[in-house]
């Protein structure tokens, strides 16, 4: 069945929300269903926009906390028009919806065209901004995330973990479903690795250097810190960092690592174009997962399987749900320096070790199908389950 699906979200930032929007839409696409984005900034042609340097008006706005829960909230009044507009065009068979704070436009437009919610959520939203100190509307992001995750047809978290615990902010149990993120293997084939070898040569590394990669935004609670400390110890002299991205961590780093003499150790790559990525993955020995929240679904986990790069993360359920300790990574118990010293230290000095890990890893991600792909075929069948009846 080829399905017309209205998706919706309110994401701004060109991140890795982004990144899961535009791959999800893409490969519903490629599917052969049609998908009409309606959205505060338009994901699909985002990158475009970035690497011509040119932010939306909405991607630049910066406003104080308060005023930007007062616009959330009316926004869903915008939304609601945009929704209307697009579904007397496409007479969509359901609504996809991104969760948002203070967001129920989805809901509203889905209840008054008589066709089904999927509810997708990454986050407690209101949980996750009140642990931040940034809820100013308590009672009402409450309320309205209650309303949302109670009265959505389906409600799809991207990990079991957070699955669970949306159960106990209203969602309906049996209408729980999970979707993590994913990744595209294609994307890391041999002109990748190939393109991999050639970047690593440019780092001028020692014969013997064991490179640890990290890719993202990097924050003080990813505590790269201590891969750093651990650099300072002689049984880790050959181990380099990598650090592709930024974030308001990496200055104390690069001090950290002068204080230290390991400027020749730790290289600062920046953010680089999201096409290069694959190969800068695939030039690291170990892909590195210092801190995660307990119930994410973080895009570089799928991204080091589908590299076939061993991989190090946290010793946590959410991490669990997808790869095994000692099989298809090695997990180390969060924050504590000399667990992360134990694991890491058995994939610097056991290359066999490192390739094995990531055999089983790619293995993994190819069997259960952990690809944009994949997600896209989970939602068709969700979608079957309401419109069709199959699999209820």
Same mark, same amino acid.
């Given at each position: 069945?080829s399905?017309?699906?209205?998706?919706?979200?309110?994401?701004r930032?060109d991140?890795?929300?982004?990144?899961?929007?535009?791959?999800?839409?893409?490969?519903?696409?490629h599917?052969g269903h049609?998908?009409?984005?309606?959205?505060?900034?338009?994901k699909?042609?985002?990158?475009?926009?970035?690497?011509k340097g040119?932010?939306?008006?909405?991607?630049?706005?910066?406003?104080?906390?308060?005023?930007?829960?007062?616009l959330?909230?009316?926004y869903n009044?915008?939304?609601?028009?945009?929704?209307?507009?697009?579904?007397?065009?496409?007479?969509?068979?359901?609504?996809?919806?991104?969760?948002?704070?203070?967001c129920?436009?989805?809901?509203?437009?889905?209840?008054?065209?008589s066709?089904?919610?999927?509810?997708e959520?990454?986050?407690?939203m209101a949980?996750?901004?009140e642990?931040?100190?940034?809820?100013?509307?308590?009672?009402r992001?409450?309320?309205t995330?209650? *309303?949302?995750?109670?009265?959505?047809d389906?409600?799809?978290?991207?990990?079991?973990?957070?699955?669970?615990?949306l159960?106990?902010?209203g969602?309906?149990?049996?209408?729980?479903?999970?979707?993590?993120?994913?990744a595209?293997?294609?994307?890391?084939?041999?002109?990748a690795?190939?393109?991999?070898?050639?970047?690593?040569?440019r780092?001028?590394?020692p014969?013997?250097?064991?490179?640890?990669? #990290?890719?993202?935004?990097m924050?003080p609670?990813?505590r790269?810190?201590?891969?750093?400390s651990?650099?300072?110890?002689?049984?880790?002299?050959h181990l380099?960092?990598?650090?592709?991205?930024d974030g308001?961590?990496?200055s104390?780093?690069?001090?950290?690592?002068?204080s230290?003499?390991l400027?020749?150790?730790?290289?600062?790559?920046?953010?680089?174009?999201?096409?290069l990525?694959?190969?800068h993955v695939?030039?690291f020995?170990? /892909?590195l997962?210092?801190?995660?929240?307990?119930y994410?679904?973080?895009?570089?986990? #799928?991204?080091?399987?589908?590299?076939?790069?061993a991989?190090?993360?946290?010793?946590?359920?959410?991490l669990?749900?997808?790869?095994?300790?000692?099989?298809h990574? *090695?997990?180390f118990?969060?924050?504590?320096?000399?667990?992360?010293?134990?694991?890491l230290?058995?994939l610097?000095e056991?290359?066999?070790l490192?390739?094995?890990?990531? /055999? /089983?890893?790619?293995?993994l991600?190819?069997?259960?199908?952990?690809?944009?792909?994949?997600?896209a075929?989970?939602?068709?069948?969700?979608?079957?389950e *309401?419109?069709?009846?199959?699999?209820?």
């Open positions: 069945m399905l017309r699906i209205l998706y919706h979200h309110r994401i930032a991140d890795g929300q982004a990144v899961h929007v535009r791959e999800l839409i893409e490969a519903l696409r599917r049609e998908v009409q984005e309606c959205a505060l900034v338009q699909t042609n985002a990158t475009a926009a970035s690497a040119k932010a939306s008006f909405w991607q630049r706005l910066s406003l104080p906390r308060a005023a930007v829960e007062v959330e909230v009316a009044r915008r939304a609601r028009s945009m929704l209307r507009d697009a579904a007397a065009k496409l007479r969509p068979h359901l609504v996809y919806e991104r969760h948002a704070l203070h129920r436009a989805g809901l509203d437009v889905a209840r008054e065209l066709v089904p919610l999927l509810l959520v990454n986050s407690p949980d996750e901004m642990k931040l100190g940034l809820l100013r509307l308590p009672r992001a409450r309320a995330e209650r *309303l949302v995750l109670t009265s959505a389906r409600v799809l978290a991207v990990t079991e973990v957070l699955g669970s615990r159960v106990q902010l969602a309906r149990k049996e209408a729980i479903r999970v979707i993590g993120n994913g595209e293997p294609g994307r890391y084939d041999l002109a690795r190939s393109a991999g070898d050639a970047i690593r040569r780092w001028n590394l014969e013997d250097a064991v490179v640890v990669g #990290f890719v993202g935004y924050r609670w990813h790269l810190e201590l891969v750093l651990l650099m300072q110890r002689p049984q880790f002299r380099h960092l990598v650090l592709l991205g308001p961590a990496l104390g780093l690069v001090q950290q690592a002068a230290a003499s400027q020749s150790r730790m290289h600062v790559l920046g953010t680089v174009p999201s096409s990525v694959p190969a695939c030039a020995d170990v /892909a997962i210092p801190a995660i929240n307990d994410a679904s973080p895009l570089k986990l #799928f991204d080091s399987l589908a590299a076939g790069v991989t190090i993360a946290p010793n946590q359920a959410n669990r749900e997808v790869v095994t300790h000692g099989v990574a *090695l997990l118990e969060p924050g504590e320096i000399e667990s992360l010293a134990q694991n230290l058995q610097v056991d290359s066999a490192r390739q094995r890990l990531g /055999a /089983a890893g790619e293995s991600l190819r069997q259960r199908n952990y690809t944009w792909d994949g997600n075929a989970r939602v068709e069948a969700i979608a079957a *309401l419109l069709l009846g199959v699999g209820t």
